[in-house]
């Protein structure tokens, strides 16, 4: 299995093939929608894209973790994560 990094550029070309506009309006076009959706995210909104997925932001409490090398227990904080849940259609 060969494995294929996409990056925001790699994007921005694709875009700009499909809908013929220039590589700077279609690297804005991208920064724009990525930008929208870590807001939506960062203000706890679930954000869905229709064929594609679901992102989400989930609640982690705080718990009792253990470090490997010394095996001290360490208290690990609550934090926000987000989760990503494929379509079916992606799936």
């Not at 973790?65 to 934090?79: H, S």
């Amino acid at each position: 299995m060969t494995t294929k990094t996409i990056t925001r550029a790699s994007i921005a070309v694709s875009l700009q093939h499909e809908i013929g506009l220039t590589r700077s309006d279609c690297a804005e076009l991208l920064e724009t929608v990525l930008d929208e959706i870590s807001d939506c995210l960062i203000e706890g909104e679930t954000v869905k894209i229709s064929s594609f997925g679901r992102f989400a932001v989930k609640q982690k409490s705080q718990r009792i973790g253990r470090n490997p090398k010394t095996l001290e227990d360490v208290m690990i904080a609550a934090r926000r994560i987000v989760t990503f849940r494929p379509s079916r259609k992606l799936r």
